[in-house]
């Protein structure tokens, strides 16, 4: 098991004709998962390296069956990518874009919660990996295998040095799952948290989060009331100075609120380990399912 | 992006929002000139980011043309907390019969709008929160609906506002929301909020953050940055498309992703050092691009060491390499490097390091040994 995306993924990308949308839509496939079409309006009835292009995500999803979309194109489309395919009916949108305006995350991710068809991860995020599996966006799979670690992260780098430290000690992943650095993410901790404890491949959870919003304050309460697995956190930016937005459009403490230091009080004084630097995380992690095993 | 007040209010006043009518000046004889069209009495303020502007004595009523020119003379090149004035609003005088506060904000946790109203206005806010949380009234708006008049009438019983002026200050409140939705802004903040004698609603201050992602839509507020308040580093790297955030340190430090970037900061403050930036290169960098970085970080002359750390995804050792190696030979850098490289391409990038067997250039195996190594070397050369 593992959760979001595995073999029964159905891959269309949106933007798959642009050059990076064609570069990971192939890598992605390379990699296993099943990429059955990409739209481009405009481009319908052409193909990327064989796979199939459509003017729009009704005729991917009706021809194709895709069930999980890809949001590669520019900021200023991807609000309108995203409705659309929600609108054809994909169950999963992971929107790597990054730069989309804050007021057109607001009315996507409202929108998605009335309509309570699809669940949205991203924008500004590096997709999911479910290593052995599929993999959904930019991460790079070589340095991930499977495993029985859930990761869930608000950085896509600050992921891959955790997964790396942790694959050296020997351990795998069972999803590693990018939610983005921006202020509205269509999916937060607390709904990947509530994946990942249903998910019986996982036994252990990382959760990576950084400076700005309460995101990892509301997961703290969230893993006290239903997470039993246990849960070892980082966040980053303990160091940062307020008001100044530190690369992510999320990532700005604001007066007192959404430092560092208060995220890693919260998620301790609910029982949550967080580490100091991300090597520390891993080796936390490690000696928890050292002493589980 | 933080508009000056003057600026958010001629923003205002393009929604319909009452504002005093003023001119901008960055000159003592503009500023006099100003003061003459508008009348006297008027107001000579003081145009920087910052609160406080009032108490430290940054805005000034001038009752005739020698007062003007005595407290546009005073406060153009003022220090306020750090900031100094480069440009002043001149408006006109207001008679005040109430002061009320009002805001929309974009509220991240709730997703959704939050429209905020009270009497208590024309002083600091978050005081007012603290110690009588309940003389703010608050509501939430679900931004597929929009702004409706109900919204406005009850905020405005909410909050006890004189019952003469329920109508217009909820009208203001529309009126506000439009302006936060129209213009992309994240926050737009009016304190004071004014009733005049005669019962009219005007914004007397205009505080607007808008969003950098949605400028796209708005060439015209892309224009108005402030460009006085910007450092000149911050601006450099800008304009190569380097995210940069300069602090006080002495480590310079360049990675690559927000997220590591700012763990590499803690990470080489943990170990004992003060980073002097935050430096994100970006997903894919290319050579040049880190080239162009390192330019930036040492143009910084308070760095004494620098720290790449690299977990290539996008990103390719090589190319981190290679444009390590360009710097050195375009800039001919004398302080100390230290070099994490991980991921895509490590092992090549290490190799090309190796080879090309720079001055003054440590290669790390892991993040903290990197970062207790550029710590020792900072303070080594301080």
Known sequence: ?293 | MDLLEYQGKQLFARHGVPVPSGKPARSVDDAVAAADEIGYPCVVKAQVQIGGRGKAGGIKVAHNQDEARQHAEAILGMDIRGLTVHELWIEGASDIAAEYYASVIFDRSAKAPLVMLSTKGGMDIEQVADEDPDAIARLHVDPLVGFQDFHGRRLAFEAGVDGDVVRPVGAMLAKLYDAFIAEDATLVEVNPMIITPDRDVKALDAKVTLDDNAMYRHPDNAELRDLSAEDPQERMAKERGLTYVKLDGDIGILGNGAGLVMSTLDVVAQAGGQPANFLDAGGGSKAEAITSAVEVILSNDKVKAVLFNIFGGITRGDEVAKGLIEAFDQIKPTVPFVVRLDGTNDEEGRRLLAEANLPNVVTEATMDGAAEKVVELAKAAA
């Open chain 1, 1 to 293: 098991m593992s959760i979001l995306v595995d073999e029964n993924t159905k891959l269309c990308v949106s933007g798959i004709t642009g050059r990076e949308g064609t570069f990971h839509s192939l890598r992605n496939r390379d990699y296993g998962t099943q990429v059955v079409s990409g739209v481009t309006p405009g481009k319908g009835g052409q193909d990327v390296d064989g796979v199939p292009v459509f003017d729009t995500f009704h005729d991917a999803v009706a021809q194709t069956g895709a069930n999980t979309a890809m949001i590669f194109v520019p900021p200023r489309f991807a609000a309108d990518s995203i409705l659309e395919a929600e609108d054809a009916g994909i169950e999963l949108i992971v929107a790597i874009t990054e730069g989309i305006p804050a007021h057109d995350e607001l009315r996507v991710y409202n929108a998605l919660k009335n309509h309570g068809r699809a669940r949205l991860v991203g924008p500004n995020c590096p997709g999911i990996l479910s290593p052995g599996k599929a993999n959904v966006g930019i991460i790079p799979a070589a340095f991930f295998k499977q495993g029985n670690v859930g990761v869930v992260s608000r950085s896509g780098t600050l992921t891959y040095q955790i997964g790396n430290v942790l694959a050296q000690q020997g351990f795998g992943n069972s999803t590693i799952v990018g939610i983005g650095g921006d202020p509205v993410p269509g999916s937060d901790f607390i709904d990947i948290l509530g994946l990942f404890q249903e998910d019986p491949e996982t036994e252990l959870i990382v959760m990576c989060g950084e400076i700005g919003g309460d995101a990892e304050e509301r997961a703290a309460e969230y893993v006290a009331e239903h997470v039993t697995k246990p849960v070892v956190a980082y966040i980053a930016g303990f160091t940062a100075p307020p008001g100044k937005t530190m690369g992510h459009a999320g990532a700005i403490v604001s007066g007192s609120k959404g430092t560092a230091a208060a995220k890693a009080e919260a998620l301790e004084a609910r029982g949550v380990r967080v580490g100091r630097t991300p090597t520390q995380v891993a080796e936390v992690a490690v000696s928890l399912l050292g002493a589980a095993a």
